[in-house]
């Protein structure tokens, strides 16, 4: 069974920081690209951060250089750490990992972790 778990979310205050995690479990996610997404209420799931199996990152333009995905790959493990946060970097944070079937990605997905930044 596919286990995606997040943790490290939390209260923390404008232009503070948090490291979050996200164990991935029941796969060999060594191939897979993994990253994280986020969802601010009312708001559509954005890409905050992605990485391939081979390293190649991607950002989303909000990131602007304060956030950085990192992953153990024997660990099955993502990471994202986030500096100097804003009040509209809250939201829930979710890991996936993608997973591609010849040319059809299927994604596994936790259950997310609660950012808030307070100002």
């Known amino acids: 069974q596919v286990q995606l778990v997040e943790s490290g979310g939390g209260l923390v205050q404008a232009g503070g920081s948090l490291r979050l995690s996200c164990a991935a479990s029941g796969r060999a996610f060594s191939s897979y690209a993994m990253g994280w997404f986020r969802q601010a209420p009312e708001q559509e799931r954005e890409l905050v951060a992605s990485m391939t199996n081979r390293g190649s990152t991607t950002y989303g333009d909000f990131v602007r250089g304060r956030f950085t995905i990192s992953r153990n790959k024997t660990q099955n493990t993502v990471y994202l750490q986030m500096n100097n946060l804003d009040p509209g970097d809250s939201g829930v944070y979710y890991c996936?990992?993608?997973?591609?079937?010849?040319?059809?990605?299927?994604?596994?997905w936790g259950q997310g972790t609660q950012v808030t930044v307070s100002s």
């Open positions: 996936y990992a993608e997973q591609w079937f010849i040319t059809t990605p299927h994604y596994y």
